[in-house]
């Protein structure tokens, strides 16, 4: 059989659906093989957004996302997309064309070193040098990708070898890789020592992230969490995993998180991380991160425990394992619930003195305030749409206000900041999930960056809804420079162009616009009903700044709230 | 606590090990002997900050596996963090932090030597102090080879300098467990 037939055939053993990418020649013979091959592939306009497309799908649905693209320019072109999808830990597998073997190494066309690019940030990449690799390098790719920590795996298939006639059996017996040895069970007696601690804690908090989501271990979580009454916070790529709903959610926490959810980190006595990294949009100054605490650190990645914040009590395994064992142990000890009493008096205190703030006064008619149309975003979506979002102010908004009360219903770009992740994230997902509603929450400064997928959304009929947060900057830029830089305003204003209405109607879709606050649900709502991809251009309030905020390189305790009463109006 | 309440874990009583040794630390590194292997692990160390001292590549009794014996300084680098992120590289199969009384190193260095007539017996002499070999003479230069510990090498090189050295190589250590009875 063909090597290139035998990549199709593994991938199809691997129960993929659906993938993205763009043909060039060094991947021909592949996209030869995809005209018999059982699955769909989104032709998308740009090898980045298939990329990001890749992660969408894999964080919509727990499945592993795929992209192709050519060797040389559409292999670098997936790079960011690569680096995305491991800072977040997204299970992707990159498929690439590479120059015929006897090129390599002479600077032939279209040839370049993309396992060498992409080193830093895979899981593992391969480089195919004999065409029966093919199909065995595919289960490891799948399985690397989507066991232990997920990541991307990257395929580089020269050109010569996919066209090789090699004999195909299917593969039966699991993947076996001596140096990858995952450790998910949790050591019991770790777990047995974190109960206790957890036993003994005056000011506990439970502080969860992507890790909760990867693992689908919001029940257990769940579980956890209402064995008592511990409070929960959670990261930026955590949220869904703990419903915003629920009374012992105190909201995100870090850079724009919540007053309470920053404060009860600093002053707690137990932090116990789940699937969370202690990245620096978290901790603020380091030396002055959660002075009181002691940790207890669950992660399946034993690299992340004591890297940034040591661990008291490490535990290295796979949340939806250890979670249920340490709800066990810790129902064994039956603790008297009274002892956090005081703890959530503190608690609810801080929820009630400092909640989420913005000026209201122009919300039932007039300007549009971004954080009203987040919550006009909830109501036409029911709170239940699978929202992907781009990088920067709108993004922040977003998951302070929309409240997303189940897992997989928040894809965005949390460790890299990829601006232009969303429109092409929010056709993987609804590609994964066509009877979801998909909407991305765009900035005018990100939506352009990969504003060519409209027309994939269009051609391929994926009807998107983008919701168009436009202020007319690159608003988290704006607001730094404001708050930091002295108002010297650098490079940040989008000015009026492009006229986004006319823009998605040029690629085929419904376009519209709101200016008034008193309109927005409404247009949401025709928006949603409208059969196909739209863009909603909503203008709003130009110069607002997200809050609360833990300026750089302060103490969490250190956090600024919105000025209250004498905000720019 | 109240009767009844099972034995807890007091938080004041939890500790965290310092994370930095302090010393020298020899890392043996079994890896796949598979292309690009190098690059994964030398790159690993560059992304992540860690500076390597010494580093040595060869192969091992199994064709498939290669050694990587580097070291690096537990006074710097938190050692437990390296050998975790080495660990996330699939092509690493294996890799000891070499405990320094179980272990036998050795590195070997080659030095070219001016070798005037007035100070070649003193060089010669050196040699076969430190049990060294005269492994090429030339009528200005002499090339000695060198084999010993990192600190035997390095003395070696106090006593020549003066003399002077026109080119050193050294091989970085190597390290194998010693056998027990």
Not at chain 2, 144 to 171: C, N, Q, W, Y
Request: charged residues 25%; hydrophobic residues 40%; contains cysteine.
């Amino acid at each position: 059989m063909r090597a290139a037939d035998t990549l199709m055939e593994s991938l199809k053993a691997e129960g993929v659906k659906d993938v993205f990418g763009i043909p060039g020649g060094a991947n021909l013979p592949t996209y030869d093989a995809m005209v018999d091959a059982e699955f769909r592939h989104v032709q998308v306009r740009h090898e980045q957004g298939g990329g990001h497309a890749a992660e969408g799908y894999a964080q919509a649905s727990g499945r592993v996302g795929v992209a192709f693209a050519t060797s040389g320019p559409g292999a670098t072109n997936l790079v960011t997309a690569i680096a995305d999808a491991m800072m977040d830990s997204v299970p992707t597998v990159f498929i690439t064309g590479q120059v015929r073997t006897e090129l390599i190494g002479t600077d032939g066309f279209q040839e370049a070193d993309i396992l060498g690019a992409t080193l830093p940030f895979v899981k593992h990449s391969f480089a195919v040098t004999d065409p029966r690799q093919i199909p065995e390098y595919v289960h490891e790719a799948f399985h690397l990708a989507s066991t232990g920590r997920p990541g991307p795996v990257l395929l580089d298939i020269p050109m010569d070898l996919s066209r090789a006639d090699i004999d195909y059996q299917p593969r039966t017996e699991p993947v076996e890789l001596p140096g990858y040895k995952p450790s998910t069970e949790g050591n019991i007696k770790q777990i047995r020592i974190a109960a206790k601690a957890l036993a003994n804690a005056r000011r506990p908090i439970f502080y969860t992230g992507g890790g909760v989501i990867n693992a689908n271990a919001s029940e257990e979580l769940r579980e956890l969490a209402g064995s008592d009454r511990f409070p929960v916070t959670s990261t930026l790529m955590g949220l869904g995993g703990f419903p915003a709903s629920h009374e012992n959610f105190l909201g995100m926490l870090g850079m724009h998180g919540t007053y309470a959810a920053n404060h009860a980190m600093d002053k707690a006595d137990l932090i116990v991380a789940i699937g969370a990294r202690f990245d620096d949009r978290i901790t603020g100054k380091l030396e002055e991160f959660a002075p009181h605490a002691k940790v207890i650190h669950i992660d399946i990645d034993p690299a992340e425990i004591s890297k940034n914040v040591g661990a008291h009590i490490p535990i290295v395994g796979d949340a939806k394992q250890v979670l249920p064992k340490l709800t066990r142990e810790y129902r064994a000890l039956q603790t008297d619930t009274s002892r956090l009493d005081e703890w959530w008096n503190t608690l609810r205190g801080w929820q009630q003195e400092h909640p989420l703030f913005y000026d209201e006064s122009s919300d039932q008619s007039g300007e549009i305030k971004p954080q009203f149309m987040i919550r006009a975003m909830h109501r036409a979506t029911q709170g239940d749409a699978i929202i992907t979002s781009d990088v920067g102010q709108h993004q922040m908004w977003t998951a302070q206000y929309y409240g997303f009360d189940k897992p997989r219903r928040w894809i965005n770009s949390g460790g890299l900041g990829t601006m232009g992740f969303g429109l092409p994230s929010a056709i993987g997902a609804k590609v994964a999930c066509p009877d979801e509603q998909v909407v991305c929450i765009a900035g005018d400064g990100s939506l352009i960056m990969n504003i060519q997928e409209m027309a994939t959304c269009v051609a391929e009929d994926v009807p998107v809804k983008v919701f168009l947060m436009n202020n007319g900057y690159m608003g988290m830029v704006r607001q730094w420079q404001e708050l930091f830089w002295d108002r010297r305003y650098s490079s940040v204003d989008m000015g009026t162009s492009p006229d986004w209405v006319k823009l998605a109607e040029a690629f085929g879709a419904k376009g519209m616009r709101c200016e008034d606050a008193a309109d927005l649900e409404e247009q949401m709502v025709a928006a949603l009903e409208h059969d196909g991809p739209v863009l909603l251009d909503a203008r709003v309030a130009r110069e607002e700044n997200c809050y609360p905020m833990i300026p750089p390189g302060n103490a969490a305790r250190d956090m600024v709230e919105a000025p209250r009463g004498s905000q720019v109006s | 606590m109240e009767a009844g309440t099972p034995q807890v874990v007091k938080l004041e009583d939890l500790h965290m090990p310092g994370q930095l040794t302090g010393r020298k630390h020899i890392l043996s590194i079994q890896v796949e002997n598979k292309p690009g292997v190098l690059a994964r692990v030398a790159g690993l160390f560059s992304r992540r900050g860690f500076n390597i001292d010494t580093l040595a590549v060869g192969p091992t009794d199994d064709p498939s596996v290669s050694r990587i014996t580097l070291t690096l300084d537990g006074a710097v680098h938190p050692i437990d963090q390296v050998t975790k992120q080495l660990h996330k590289l699939v092509n690493v199969l294996k890799i000891r932090d070499m405990a320094p009384e179980e272990t036998v190193a050795r590195e070997m260095a080659l030095f070219k030597v001016s070798s005037a007539v007035e100070n070649r017996a003193e060089i010669i002499q050196f040699a076969e102090i430190f049990r060294a070999k005269i492994v090429d003479v030339a009528r200005r230069t002499m090339t000695i080879e060198v084999t010993g510990s990192a600190d035997k090498i390095e003395a070696f090189e106090r006593m020549v300098r003066p003399h002077g050295l026109v080119e050193m190589v050294r091989t970085g250590e190597i390290a194998i467990g010693r056998g027990h009875d």
